[in-house]
């Protein structure tokens, strides 16, 4: 899971290159969704990425420290099963 989120490939922002649909957005920002995007900057996870110990860039975010928040933060959200 870690692995896919950190190169920001996962079939929640990508499944769309194999269904020749449009990108997804974010339905809470109307922008494109990306794991940056969820990870590091929507007000819908904001509270949520209170579990990391620093989630200012995606990188710092997905680091090894973070490893049990990063799951955490994926299952509680319910989207561990669409990386």
Do not use: Q, W
Not at 3 to 12: D, E, N
Not at 25 to 50: E, F, G, M, Q
Request: proline share 4%.
């Amino acid at each position: 899971m870690r692995s896919r989120a950190r190169i920001g490939h996962t079939h929640l922002t990508h499944s769309f290159l194999i269904t020749k649909e449009p990108a997804p957005l974010c339905d809470a920002c109307n922008v494109d969704l990306s794991i940056d995007h969820i990870v590091t900057r929507c007000p819908k996870y904001a509270v949520a990425r209170k579990i990391f110990k620093d989630s200012s860039s995606l990188r710092l975010a997905l680091s090894e420290e973070n490893t049990e928040a990063i799951y955490n933060f994926f299952y509680f959200k319910h989207l561990n099963n669409k990386l």
